[in-house]
């Protein structure tokens, strides 16, 4: 039986896209492998939301090296104009599929295929329903003699949408909860963010099928349910009917007999409603577009968690701009204001500092949502300049040792704030 090894890194969507991978090959007849070395593929699952986690998968890529054997054409070592040519990719029948999945493969993905030639598989976020496909094609075209033409390399960086089947699996880690994507991609464009580049454009799953996922899961036992989107209150599904297609069509589609759009708040309710769910979360609401409506319904449940996870990112109006978030620090703060008075719950946050041109001043209002939110927990990052963002235009002008001290100063403050919350719950 052929063994599997997904790795992951980064975010929760990261954890459900590997889930799902995984769910589908062991109903392929795989079997789950418990390291690399015991595996016959090997998947990573990438994350670029900041640069140090690429540079971490590009030591483990180079450490596999001696996990495929890869030679070089005979002739190669004669003349300097070969020894530039690609390495020849005769991989061994018995040699492991290695696979370069998820947001990194999008972002490098090219740079990797030139850099590691025993990556088989390079494959971008919007595209991973075709992996079990992919590695069944390498593997039925694996050399068997050295005088084979050499091995077959996918390389699948579209954007578009996934397929339904890809959320279709029965496997899931844990035995009573399950995380159920709405959406994947992103209609933000926070400046300093790689998501929309590398996940590809705002696409919902129709709420048919995200209500089908969870009675699947309810039927099996899981009865905590979070739902799971870049922002999920960008989640507004319109089923549109002169078109004559009926689903998959996003917010803004131009036909004149649109039935009532599906929002984040009405899904919430329907998955709510269905006998079994005992508990619901959410990750992750946008402030720009969180609701009152959201924390009065949040309040009426008996189901609906009463945690808000809200990135708020900076203190700055400036700041704010700059990174082009859509609210300011007055309506931020009177959104939290507004949720713990409704809910009575608790909150916690995402913080990057060191933003291009963050001053003192700037850093100082940072400073003082954290004193005056008074957070469960936070999530604080120095800010890392990414590709294919629109910050790339701004100099990362804030001395490292500057952004060293005011996460110091930011993760002192939140442990005794934690603290405190903790203490009163
Ligand atoms: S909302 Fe902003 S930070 Fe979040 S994924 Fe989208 S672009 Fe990135």
């Known amino acids: 039986m052929k063994k599997i090894y997904i790795r992951t890194f980064g975010c929760q969507m990261n954890v459900r896209d590997s889930e799902a991978l995984l769910g589908l090959f062991l109903e392929k007849g795989y079997a789950q492998a418990e390291s690399e070395k015991d595996a016959d593929v090997i998947l990573l699952n990438t994350c670029s939301v900041r640069a140090h986690a690429e540079h971490r998968v590009h030591s483990i890529l180079g450490s596999y090296k001696k996990l495929s054997a890869i030679s070089r054409q005979p002739s190669a070592k004669k003349n300097k104009k070969a020894e530039s040519l690609p390495k020849v990719r005769l991989k061994a029948e018995s040699c492991k599929i290695i696979g370069l999945i998820g947001c990194m493969a999008k972002n490098v993905g090219e740079e990797v295929a030139k850099r590691f030639a025993h990556v088989d598989l390079i494959v971008a976020p919007s595209r991973l329903h075709k992996i079990p496909e992919y590695v069944q094609r390498i593997v039925d075209q694996r050399p068997k003699t050295k005088d084979q033409r050499p091995g077959l390399r996918i390389i699948d960086l579209e954007d578009g949408t996934r397929e339904e089947t890809f959320y279709s699996a029965e496997y899931r880690q844990d035995k009573s909860h399950a995380q159920v994507v709405i959406s994947t991609g992103c209609a933000n464009n926070c400046a300093y963010c790689v998501v929309p580049f590398v996940r590809g454009a705002l696409r919902l799953r129709a709420p048919q099928d995200i209500i089908a996922e969870v009675k699947r899961n309810v039927a099996m036992g899981r009865t905590r349910i979070t739902l799971l989107g870049q922002n999920v209150n960008d989640y507004n599904f319109i089923e549109a009917e002169q078109s004559g297609t009926k689903r998959g069509y996003t917010r803004n589609h131009p036909t004149s007999h649109v039935l009532r759009p599906t929002s984040f708040v009405d899904l919430l309710k329907m998955v709510e409603a269905i006998d079994g769910v005992e508990e619901i979360e959410f990750l992750t609401p946008h402030p720009k577009n969180t609701t009152r409506e959201l924390f009065k319904l949040m309040a009426k449940s008996k189901k609906i968690k009463k ?51 963050e001053t003192d001043e700037d850093f100082a209002h940072t400073k003082e949502i954290l004193e005056k939110a008074q957070f469960m927990g936070a999530y604080i990052f120095k800010y890392s300049l990414r590709p294919h963002t629109q910050a790339l235009k701004l100099k990362d002008d804030v001395p490292a040792a500057v952004k060293e001290k005011r996460h110091a100063i930011l993760l002192d403050l939140q442990k005794k704030i934690s603290a405190i919350e903790a203490d009163k719950r």
């Open 307 to 357: 945690y808000l996870h809200l990135p708020f990112q900076a203190g700055s109006d400036r700041i704010l701009k700059l990174m082009n978030r859509g609210y300011t620090k007055k309506e931020y703060l009177e959104l939290v204001k507004d949720y713990k008075e409704i809910t009575g719950g608790t909150i916690g946050t995402d913080i990057i500092v060191g933003f291009p041109t």
